[in-house]
């Protein structure tokens, strides 16, 4: 497995590639991650991870100095994984310059959800993502990019992104991969104590008891979701977390759904000072 610390090192490695398969990661990979290198891999003719753990994604209270960084052990699973190529800039090498030329979502999907609780955190996504593109894919005719649905908002953001920039980029979405009792895999989990870990299973359950009961409302569900939002919200409350959302949207754009349209579910929630997303389609 090759390593490139640079833009200019990345190139070089690729050079032989006509279809790279793209991970764009954070680094502190667990099954997750791996499963999608394991996606990524028959998509292309040759499997780049990134590791970046990127400032311009992270609010000033957010834990961008403790997030974990574990170099070792990613590239100890990485190359197991059959990965070929592992992109892992010096900050300085990425953004040389203040990175004062940005990506702005689209504010009706970026400013929604995630973007309300965490203002910016699309504009640092989309801008790193599209500058990791740039740097694996430029001179490519075409290449592969496979993110988990676990984020799913920012799954939604990437391909509006793709397509409205015309990126010769086929952008894939793999399922969330979870524990035994159902918790979605994150490197946030790490974050819990003993405690909060078998308590952080309800946030799944309390999405999947909203979807069941937004199905279960059939041509009326407009008219009856603020009600079960409110009550799935108020369930999570009253067993001392701190929800910023709870929600059932349609998929593709997650606007307010209609009669008909096929749905996710999706919440974010504080346990302790542990902020976790999870989410379903229904
Ligand atoms: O999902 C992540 O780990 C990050 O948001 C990403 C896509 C690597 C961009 O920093």
Redesign the pocket.
Known sequence: MLIARSIAELRQHLAPSQRPAFV???GNLHAGHIKLIERARPQGDLTVA?I???RL?FLPHEDFDSYPRTWEADCAKLEAAGCDVVFAPRETDLYPQPQTVKVQADPSLGDILEGEFRPGFFT??ST??MK?FSSVFSGKAHGVAV??KK?YQ?LMV?RQMVAQFALPIEVIGVDTCRAEDGLALS?RNGYLSERERAEALQLSLALRALGRDALATADALAKHLPALEAKAIDNLRQRGWQPDYLTVRRRHDLQTPQAGDALVVLGAAKLGTTRLIDNFEI
Do not use: E, H, R, Y
């Open positions: 764009p990661t954070m990134s970046f753990v990127n994604q640092g996504v790193v993502v990791l993110f988990g984020d920012q990437i490197s």
